[in-house]
C-alpha cells in the first residue's frame, strides 16, 4: 500500500484534478500504466 484515503483526499493531498493523475503522481511513475 502506497497510499490509502478517498478519491477526493488523494487527489487534494496530490494537487491533481483526477484520481488516474494522483495515482500516477503517489507511485512515481507511469511505467505501471502502459501496455
Known sequence: ???D?????LRE???KD????AF???IGS?????E
Open 24 to 26: 500516477v503522481s503517489v
Open 18 to 21: 483526477s484520481l488516474e493523475e
Open 13 to 15: 493531498r496530490t494537487g
Open 30 to 34: 507511469e511505467q505501471g500504466l502502459r
Open 1 to 3: 500500500v502506497v497510499a
Open 5 to 9: 484515503g478517498t478519491a477526493d483526499a
